[in-house]
DNA sequence: CAAATAGTGTCTATAAGACATTATTGG
DNA sequence: CCAATAATGTCTTATAGACACTATTTG
């Protein structure tokens, strides 16, 4: 016999770099519990129409921030009887990464950008599936190339290494930095192309191998000492 | 308005190392569908019962194999559509790790061994499961003291490098083996206590520090050069 | 030319691996 | 004493970081 019904619902960690902070997008809620309270973009499955959990996390992007296909992953689920005043609830997180801009140019109306740190008052257990989601982002960066999906499409090398810095939240060798960059063998420097401006020498600028847009590249090794 | 039933279950996956290979418990199931083909032990979450699904897991574990508080972590949820002809489901699916001693000294009746390679005939989605358990298990085992869970409670250095070299499947330098462990600096040597009976130098025998009995302890860097 | 930052060369420090040596047991 | 394996010392190699130097731009 088939449990008492048990609400399910998927939630997205959308983060972004402003600065030299993460930020997370929050969005308005629209019904209760909590409504009008900013909380995470999220809502309940869909068994007609998302083919899976991450289908519907895809959906949830879409919907409530019109952003189509950002780097997205499960994080974990969490889940109990005390996290939602409807009942005994479930909710499979995701998270996302997305250069900042793409929702600073067109805001989605009832969506917030907040720094990932002192967030108060989130509903739920929305404040621990962000904590879980930066401290995913902050390992994982470590030894991959995930904070390449904080930049636009192009970038130089100074400006990944500050994303880098900003997400590790301390310094990196510079040389060292370059020759992991050159192991990793993702990046493709766009010919001709530099970036110009200042008064100083120009920075070539890079994008992505096409073969690294949809999946990381990971280093056997940290890129600093430190680890988590 | 909540959405149609979404059937919600655990799954764990338990491994043990026999020998050289890692194996996972099957159990036999006792109801449609798949009635009698062996499977991951899983059931229903009991919303009155368990207060989240690692309670849940735990609960799964003592019911189908008796086994108590082995080392338990969330491997992820896994979704959808099609993974069930009931209908559209979520599992969240576990891992544990344990000695294989405490499986085959008292064999849970239904529960049956086997290698984690060459899985055959799972139903579900059941064999994506054990694979990304598997996945999980070697990956966290470079940098971590994740294997410790795999040995009795007592063991020498050379024994717990054999379950390191089984678990990642590769030769790791004697010295530097050593060298991690000590840096790692979760074991203690047990007073006077050696691994004799053979005809060669005694063995010190070591066992996990308290402190790490829950929760692993983990290296900055890879135990070995490769990685994934 | 001065200031600023990009990009590189090179030396040093640290960690990992290879290999050899000593230690301790049973037969 | 021999075989076997534990345990450790030490040299070599690989990787990471410090630091300095060169390159190229604007004003």
């Known amino acids: 016999m088939p449990q008492k019904a048990i609400i399910c619902t998927v939630d997205v960690v959308l983060l ?8 997370v997008a929050l969005w308005r809620r629209e019904r209760a519990p909590f409504e009008g309270s900013p909380a995470l973009p999220g809502g309940y499955i869909h068994p007609e129409e998302d083919v899976d959990t991450l289908d519907a996390a895809s959906r949830m992007l879409r919907e409530k ?3 189509a296909s950002p780097y997205l992953e499960q994080l974990g689920t969490f889940s109990g009887a005390s996290r939602d005043p ?17 929702i600073e140019q067109e805001p989605a109306p009832g969506l917030v950008l907040q720094a990932v740190e002192q ?6 257990d929305h404040k621990d599936i962000v904590q879980a989601a930066v401290q995913r982002v902050r390992n994982k960066s470590s030894y991959s190339s995930l904070p390449v999906y904080l930049c636009g499409e192009q970038f130089t090398l100074p400006r990944l290494q500050a994303v880098y810095e900003a997400v590790l939240g301390e310094p990196i060798n510079k040389v060292s930095f370059r020759r992991k960059m050159e192991e990793l063998d993702m990046l493709e420097a766009v010919e001709g192309a530099m970036e110009t401006g200042r008064a100083n020498r120009p920075a070539q600028l890079y994008r992505l191998k096409h073969e690294f847009q949809q999946c990381l590249s990971v280093s056997p090794r940290s890129l600093t000492a430190a680890a988590g």
């Open 119 to 124: 967030l108060k008052g989130l509903p739920f």
């Open 86 to 102: 409807r009942g005994w609830s479930i909710s499979i997180a995701y998270y996302a990464l997305l250069p900042a801009e793409l």
């Open 65 to 67: 921030t019109g952003i």
């Open 16 to 23: 972004c770099l402003r600065g030299t902070v993460l930020n």
